[in-house]
Nanobody, 123 residues
Framework: QVQLVESGGGLVQAGGSLRLSCAASGRTFSNYPMGWFRQAPGKEREFVAAITRSGSNTYYADSVKGRITISRDNAKNTVYLQMNSLKPEDTAVYYC????????????????WGQGTQVTVSS
């Protein structure tokens, strides 16, 4: 079992930045790929970014490429999401996920989820 706790969400103006963190506990963090998803009101949960176990490979949704960076610190059991040039359409609850058994882009393949952190971008 893996427990995930997100933090760092909040209210920011368009063009601003936020850094989300996800602290993991329970099992060896470096064994798992990690991902970030988001869900806006009335919409399905969508892929944002993912990172492989070692951090050597990263994957991004087209809508966030160039603005958002995923990284991890295996010594601290933490994955990060640095979000720059934020837009109102980035407003959503952001979820951390661990251990994908299939496509990183499909939320159904991820085994563990955090409780989410709200990000609100005002125009």
């Amino acid at each position: 079992q893996v427990q995930l706790v997100e933090s760092g969400g909040g209210l920011v103006q368009a063009g601003g930045s936020l850094r989300l963190s996800c602290a993991a506990s329970g099992r060896t963090f470096s064994n798992y790929p990690m991902g970030w998803f988001r869900q806006a009101p009335g919409k399905e949960r969508e892929f944002v970014a993912a990172i492989t176990r070692s951090g050597s490979n990263t994957y991004y949704a087209d809508s966030v490429k160039g603005r958002i960076t995923i990284s991890r610190d295996n010594a601290k059991n933490t994955v990060y999401l640095q979000m720059n040039s934020l837009k109102p359409e980035d407003t959503a609850v952001y979820y951390c996920a661990a251990s994908a058994s299939g496509s990183y882009y499909d939320p159904a393949t991820w085994a563990y989820w955090g409780q989410g952190t709200q990000v609100t971008v005002s125009s």
